[in-house]
């Protein structure tokens, strides 16, 4: 039946001539005959944009009007030429054509003007997971979407283990991908996507993904490449990764390349250009982190802080060193974590303002792995805090995580805020509890003022100070009298402290 | 970017992606509903069942002692298989748009496994009905190159067909809506619920150059003279034959002819589909 397919069969395979993602994918390396794997040369890529609202279908007959088009003209002459091997970034602010290139390096969009070339085969990382059916099991979206990559079913079947452990989504690959999290799908995407083991590797804006441990697993991988010796083309925003990948960097604005050389000096030009052109501008600002992140697989949906059984009211101080109550509960929407391993609930007690992490735990720590609540009930995890910490702000951070794929499904920065108030003197952060003893042949100083009592904050009763007793003064007194020979001990008087003085 | 000249090798190399979109196609298509795959069975035995009443009951299409049932039957399933390869061919391009602007593939295999997966839905319709056929019209071997060879060239004449509204709906999106027009249009001058005879009447005898003119007509006259026979308004209606030679050339010619033009066509527009989708 699939006449259009047999017809080609006399063409054969097609050696010696220019080879696509879907060529055979016998070549052992790159070709040794041009030192180019990509030649783009005066290349131009012109976009229509309709310029006014289109022509009615009554128009269209009655006046013979066009659609009205204006040409946008999204490359205008460029040439670049990448050597076998090499890693390239193209960067420039939005609009500036460095997706277009990547796209017409990748033989996606047609040249215009000028010509594009590029020897050996070709992958390209622009969308993750894209063409995933979503009423597809992993394990036939695997096989699909290789193939759109190229990928023969006999090399999908070599890398399919492969591919599963570094999506980390072996216990969901026979599960439709609609039951997937955002971040497994993209996994699954990339882990397609860099399997296809190409000679030239086009990638855009996707290590910007995923949670840290996959995007920290990704810049691994796409290293990796660069040193077996391919040829990686990067098109990313984030500067960063641009510096941990490649050497040689190129600037685009409005369609032309200004710049293009080491990465360093290419950065520098392009933060001077994005300033506006003013020298010694900052980095682009970071975008700030969201307050909550994860796949949301499983939800915390109550969190509360309980002292002696009962909330603080909010801004109620907390009396350091109590014991407190934080319950964690947390339920999972549907069916797809039931058969994922151990799930691990984790705190995090910080105090902001030091920028300081207090206490973290996890439940995993422990041993302790909670297995998935079925879709509606809810579980909850109380952790008991000693809270021997210092008057301050603390927020605290909770996290749900897979303990086996460290698939994070809820990490919630800054969920809960709580004050503490120590009525010890004490400066800082933890609850050292220090005993002062002091050994001084002149005793304390000055003698006429009176500690505070104990529950006002004054000192409490030291373990050594039957022991070990100092000679101290008492108003009024001489010394000499205080320091009676006799042996016979006088009353200790109170320990002197200053009034308190508080942080500001 | 020689695309043309690796066309055909990089389709024969596409024969993978192909197989898995055709297998795509058929998985996806009944997921969820109950029946799942015998829906494919079951709607043309339902709407058989329809028309049959409809014209063999209240409008009574003279047929002698044929059956209406498998005479509506054979024709309706090469309609069913062609209309429904293009009119979901039509969209293929414009739906697909976030993959096709995203990757590069062969575009045609997105028509293509459309009309694949249409024709194993044929052919299972077809084999699913055969017992109809045994039992109203007799046991006829001899015509089964017949249905095979017809089978091949519906196949070749639909890609090249649904090739060219694929193409076309990306430049004139308003083709989608139209098609179901055209398609309504194009029904009923395919004798499918009436028997060519009929067109000897001298008024509908004005149509008959249209109809002669259409393609599935010579489509669907050769899968009635293979699966029914010979429809006739009085007697006996002659049993399933050979198609006749004037049948074999007009299909050949315009399965040929319909998906060259496709390829061509398809091809010269694929270049700027990222472009427009």
């Known amino acids: 039946m699939g006449a259009t397919a047999q017809d080609p069969r006399a063409a054969g395979e097609g050696t010696g001539r220019r080879l696509r993602a879907h060529d055979a994918p016998a070549v052992a390396g790159p070709a040794a005959t041009s030192p180019f794997s990509i030649v783009v040369a005066d290349l131009t890529e012109r976009f229509r944009v309709s310029s006014d609202r289109p022509p009615t279908l009554k128009e269209r007959l009655s006046q013979f009007r066009r659609a009205e088009y204006t040409t946008f003209e999204a490359l205008k002459g460029v040439s670049l030429q990448v050597r076998h091997g090499e890693s390239v970034a193209l960067i420039g602010h939005n609009g500036s054509g460095k997706s277009t290139l990547l796209k017409c390096i990748a033989g996606i969009l047609p040249a215009d003007e000028g010509s594009v070339s590029v020897d050996g085969r070709i992958a390209t990382l622009l969308e993750l997971g894209a063409g995933f059916q979503p009423d597809l099991s992993g394990r036939e979206n695997v096989y699909l979407n290789g193939s759109i990559l190229g990928l023969r079913r006999r090399e999908i079947d070599a890398a399919f283990d492969s591919i599963v452990d570094f999506a980390g989504v072996r216990d969901f690959i026979d599960n439709p991908v609609r039951n997937y999290s955002s971040g497994m799908y993209v996994r699954l995407g990339f882990a397609i996507a860099v399997h296809v083991q190409p000679d030239v590797l086009l990638v855009d804006e996707v290590l910007s993904v995923g949670d840290a441990n996959f995007q920290e697993q990704s810049l691994a991988r796409m290293r990796s490449f660069g040193q077996a010796g391919k040829t990686v083309v990067l098109v990313s925003h984030d500067l960063n990764a641009v510096r941990a990948l490649c050497e040689r960097t190129v600037v685009l604005d409005h369609g032309a390349i200004v710049a293009d050389g080491p990465t360093d000096e290419s950065i520098a030009y392009y933060t001077y250009l994005v300033s506006g052109g003013q020298p010694d501008a900052s980095e682009p600002v970071e975008e700030p982190t969201p307050t909550r992140t994860g796949d949301r697989g499983a939800t915390v949906v109550d969190a509360r802080l309980l002292v002696d059984g009962r909330r603080p009211a909010t801004g109620e101080p907390i009396a350091s060193g109590a014991s407190a109550q934080l319950a964690v509960s947390f339920s999972t929407a549907d069916e797809r974590l039931l058969p994922a391993g151990g799930l691990t609930v984790g705190i995090v007690v910080r105090r902001p303002d030091m920028q300081l992490a207090v206490y973290e735990t996890r439940t995993s720590w422990r041993g302790i792995y909670l297995a998935p609540p079925r879709p509606g009930a809810v579980a909850t995890v109380t952790f008991t805090l000693d809270l021997a910490i210092l008057s301050g702000e603390y927020l605290v951070d909770l996290l749900v995580a897979n303990a086996s794929t460290n698939a994070i499904h809820d990490r919630w920065l800054g969920a809960l805020e709580f004050r503490v108030d120590s009525p010890v003197h004490e400066f800082g952060v933890a609850r050292l509890d220090a005993s002062i003893g002091i050994t001084n042949p002149d005793g304390w100083w000055p003698p006429e003022l009176h500690a505070p009592p104990e529950e006002r904050g004054g000192p409490r009763e030291h373990p050594l100070r039957e022991e070990r007793p100092s000679p101290g003064y008492e108003p009024g007194v001489p010394r000499a009298e205080l320091l009676d020979p006799s042996g016979s001990e006088p009353g200790l008087p109170p320990m002197q402290l200053r009034d308190p003085v508080r942080p500001a | ?277």
Request: proline content about 6%; overall charge positive.
């Open chain 2, 1 to 277: 970017m020689a695309v043309g000249t690796a066309s055909l090798g990089d389709l024969w190399n596409s024969r993978e992606l192909l197989r898995n979109l055709v297998a795509k196609e058929l998985k996806v298509r009944y997921k969820g509903s109950a029946l799942g795959f015998l829906w494919s069975l079951v709607t043309p035995l339902l709407i058989t069942a329809v028309f049959t009443v409809v014209f063999a009951t209240f409008i009574r299409v003279p047929l002698g002692d044929g059956n209406f049932a498998t005479f509506f039957l054979s024709g309706y399933l090469v309609w069913q298989f062609f209309s429904n390869s293009v009119n979901s061919s039509v969209g293929a391009i414009v739906g697909n748009g976030a993959l096709i602007r995203k990757v590069w593939f062969r575009r045609e295999v997105l028509p293509v496994s459309l009309v694949l997966s249409q024709a194993v839905h044929f052919a299972l319709a077809l084999l699913a009905t055969s017992p109809l056929f045994l039992w109203f019209r007799g046991f006829h071997p001899e015509t089964i190159p017949a249905l095979l060879g017809g089978f091949v060239l519906l196949v070749m004449f639909t890609t090249g067909m649904s090739m060219i509204f694929a193409a076309a709906n990306v430049g004139f999106r308003d083709l989608q809506e139209l098609t179901q027009v055209i398609f309504l249009a194009w029904f009923y001058l395919t004798p499918v619920i009436y028997p060519p005879f009929l067109l000897d009447d001298p008024v509908a005898q004005r149509y008959l150059p249209v109809v002669l003119a259409n393609p599935m007509t010579w489509f669907v006259e050769l899968f009635h003279a293979a699966l029914y026979g010979t429809p006739v308004p009085s007697g006996v209606n002659p049993p399933p034959l050979w198609p006749d030679a004037q049948t074999w050339l007009v299909c050949a010619g315009w399965a040929v002819a319909t998906l060259g033009i496709g390829y061509v066509l398809f091809n010269r527009l694929a270049v700027s589909f990222a472009k427009e989708v």
